[in-house]
C-alpha cells in the first residue's frame, strides 16, 4: 500500500509540474499577404517596447514566399504589449533598401497595417496586446 501511494503522489506531482510548465507564454501568429512575388524572404520583426520600435528587435526570423504570402509562429512569447514589423527583401540582401531620400524600394508593413505619414510607422498604431494565442495579418 504505500509504494501505490508514492507512486500516485509522484504521479499527481508531475501532473502538477507539467501544467505549469506546459505554457511559459503565448504563440504570436503572424500571416503576410499580397506580397508582389516569391522572390527574395520576408523579414518579419516583433518589438516589446515603444523605444525599440524598429530599431531593436525582440524577437525576429525570415520566411520563404510561397503564392505571395508566408505565414510564421513565435512561440513562448509572455502576455504584455507589442508590435510586428515586416518587409519583403525581394532582392535577398538582408536589408530594406531605399531611395537616395530615405523612401523603401522594397515594401513593408506593420501590425494592425500602420502606415507613417512622412516617416515610418508609430508605435502607438502598430501595438497590440498579447494576453492569448494570437494571429495578426498584415497587407502588404
Same mark, same amino acid.
Given at each position: ?20 510548465g506546459a505554457q511559459s507564454g503565448y504563440s504570436l501568429t503572424v500571416q503576410v499577404k499580397d506580397a508582389d512575388s516569391n ?27 510561397? &503564392? ?5 509562429? +513565435?512561440?513562448? /512569447? #509572455?502576455?504584455?504589449? !507589442?508590435?510586428? %514589423? ?6 535577398? &540582401? ?5 531611395? +537616395?531620400?530615405? /523612401? #523603401?524600394?522594397?515594401? !513593408?508593413?506593420? %501590425? ?5 505619414f512622412m516617416g515610418p510607422p508609430k508605435w502607438k498604431d502598430a501595438k497590440f496586446e498579447l494576453k492569448s494565442d494570437k ?6
Amino acid at each position: 500500500m504505500s509504494t501505490l501511494v508514492k507512486i500516485a503522489v509522484i504521479v499527481i506531482i508531475n501532473l502538477f509540474t507539467i501544467s505549469s510548465g506546459a505554457q511559459s507564454g503565448y504563440s504570436l501568429t503572424v500571416q503576410v499577404k499580397d506580397a508582389d512575388s516569391n522572390d527574395g524572404k520576408m523579414m518579419i520583426a516583433v518589438y516589446n517596447s515603444e523605444s525599440d520600435f524598429l530599431d531593436k528587435t525582440y524577437m525576429g526570423t525570415q520566411s520563404d514566399i510561397t &503564392n505571395n504570402s508566408c505565414v510564421v509562429t +513565435f512561440e513562448n /512569447i #509572455p502576455e504584455g504589449i !507589442y508590435a510586428v %514589423s515586416i518587409f519583403h527583401d525581394e532582392n535577398d &540582401n538582408d536589408k530594406l533598401d531605399s531611395n +537616395f531620400i530615405g /523612401i #523603401p524600394k522594397e515594401d !513593408y508593413g506593420c %501590425s494592425n497595417d500602420a502606415k507613417g505619414f512622412m516617416g515610418p510607422p508609430k508605435w502607438k498604431d502598430a501595438k497590440f496586446e498579447l494576453k492569448s494565442d494570437k494571429t495578426i495579418t498584415i497587407t502588404l
